[in-house]
DNA sequence: TTGTATGCGTTATCAG
DNA sequence: CTGATAACGCATACAA
């Protein structure tokens, strides 16, 4: 159980198959050597249980395996949901994952990427919200719905797109009155673009709407507040919500039926991100489904790739609205 | 970007300095050093924007100040709050989390354990399912729910309490014909007692139960089945279930809902986890809560505990009851 | 207290 | 195609 009886190394092995070290570190990285060297290895390796260190194997290459995942949490679905995939493809391609989380905590999401650096990981994947974001020259770095300049690449869905299929969509189920609401940090970035693909697509479909934004840290009685402003008599302003995710979705939705609304009969509500219950059964409320195997596979691919300059700076992968019960069909 | 001009190295901060190696060395590892020359290697240090190189420092000390985490998934949301948990106390204790995935393949579990050896870990938690997992001697390794001898430190909640608890509860709410419903692995593990304590409690008690357990693989249509056996004439022969799973306990529940069944009104559900929609928000289903938090502090402090040799080989913490709305009260 | 020198396990360069 | 040997960056035992 303790470790102490060190385990042995190449020259082990090279002794008791009465070879060179450099042999054995050839047969061991699959590179030409003679057959007959090549089983004498192989049998010695068996017999001392030999597993190669990666750390020497590190130190000497300048190269982990290794991917460094910054991300919140992994309480939040949707983060659950990229880390899971984005460990997936990783190990598809034969890396390991070295997982930080920020807990939203900006001074972190810097520390972490010193701390990555210092375990001289291959590269990094990252999704912060620090304004002052320092991006490391010097390591492949590749970020998660934030676009920060050309030279660093970043994955996202398409945020716009979204908001704009979820207002079309509520139009085609008969709504005649819709709001945006949603509650976020005060940062620019990829998601920030769900209002604006949603107030695009009703400005040109001449669809009245109305847009309640809330930043971080504000309560969540203020949604309640601008619902309940806008039940007159009995009557709801709004048949339709487009709401920035499908947590807050559900939240407001709990508000409606206190307030005696019934969804979807009433109001109509679609949210984003594609969260199902318990991750795997049917989709929490019905939403813009973000595709998040092909945005592992993005940012993994894109960290990875030998030659980052010329890789696209911004990849932008096409979203889809799922029926979650929140909707008055499902199509 | 590219990953080539060599970053400094502590030879370049001794340099620049214009002290020895072992000077800079020693300051970085806080160490007794004169005031005058720690000064000097900290200004280097700056200059030179140096970071230690943690290959380095793990090939000569053998220690990488990291723990493998060798899980199922991250999608199944108990798995989730584990994962982020663990990593928590890690954090505090300035050690590193390399997340391995198994999706439940069993070879997967005994090549991670290779694998991380090879990344020379400085230990190992796990939660396996492999009937012949194999347990490396030479690294700290912690197992979560399941018990394999005492050599080796299991971290579990108290399943047999918990399922003597929702009997209990359920008798206290007024239920007097009850069943347990589960679904998993033939290998006895850790949670296999939910299913002991809660026959032990209605045993005790008195109180009339049912088992239906089924193994993985088993279609969900035998759920309906049973569950429709036990209807006869509009009348339900349970008033009350206790489910292995806050995810199966959801399952069941929409299956109760089609059958015409209001739940707690007609039958009150009991599950097991602790699960919360999207993570933070109100419990799924009324649920004997796992203490995630506990179980994830046990596991760390235990893997990471000089001497595994004087540490309980069976760590069982509280559970507790929560209200999930399928209960006909709170508390 | 600081400087010097060695070796951790591996890969890669050179000779043979 | 194989053997010998020199780094890689760091911590530490030993010398000063």
Same mark, same amino acid.
């Given at each position: 159980m303790m470790k102490d009886k060190t385990a042995p190394t190449m020259a082990d092995v090279a002794r008791e198959a009465g070879v060179a070290l450099g042999t054995v570190s050839r047969v061991i990285n699959g590179q030409q050597v003679g057959e007959e060297f090549r089983e004498k290895v192989n049998a010695a390796i068996q017999r001392l249980g030999y597993k190669y260190n990666s750390s020497g194997r590190a130190l000497r290459t300048d190269r982990t395996n290794t991917i460094a995942l910054i991300i919140p949490n992994t309480i939040n679905p949707y983060f659950a949901l990229l880390v899971h995939h984005i460990n997936m493809e990783l190990e598809k391609r034969n890396r390991r994952m070295l997982l930080c989380f920020t807990e939203y905590d900006t001074n972190r999401e810097n520390e972490l990427i010193q701390m990555a650096q210092q375990n001289r990981v291959d590269g990094i994947i990252a999704l912060t919200y620090n304004p002052d974001l320092t991006i490391p020259e010097d390591v492949p770095f590749v970020t998660i719905d934030?676009?920060?300049? #050309?030279s660093v690449p970043c994955v996202a869905a398409d945020n716009f797109g979204g908001g704009s299929l979820a207002a079309r969509r509520l139009k085609e189920l008969g709504c005649a009155n819709v709001a945006f609401m949603r509650i976020g940090s005060t940062l620019v970035n990829e998601p920030s673009k769900r209002k604006e693909g949603f107030v695009a697509a009703c400005v040109e479909m001449g669809l009245p709407f109305e847009v309640m934004a809330l930043e971080d840290g504000a309560p969540f009685e203020e949604f309640e507040r601008f619902l309940k402003e806008h039940m007159k008599n009995g009557k709801f302003a709004f048949d339709g919500l487009f709401i920035g995710t499908d947590m807050l979705a559900w939240q407001i939705i709990q508000v409606l039926k206190k307030m005696g609304l019934r969804v979807p009969e009433d109001v109509q509500v679609i949210g984003f991100d594609g969260i199902r219950s318990f991750g795997v059964?049917?989709? #929490?409320?019905s939403t813009i489904v973000q595709p998040v195997q092909e945005i592992a596979e993005a940012c993994v691919s894109t960290v990875l790739s030998k030659h980052l300059s010329n890789v696209p700076s911004l990849i932008c992968l096409p979203v889809s609205y799922a029926f979650g019960g929140t909707t008055r069909e499902s199509t």
């Open positions: 934030r676009f920060f300049s #050309a059964l049917d989709y #929490a409320v």
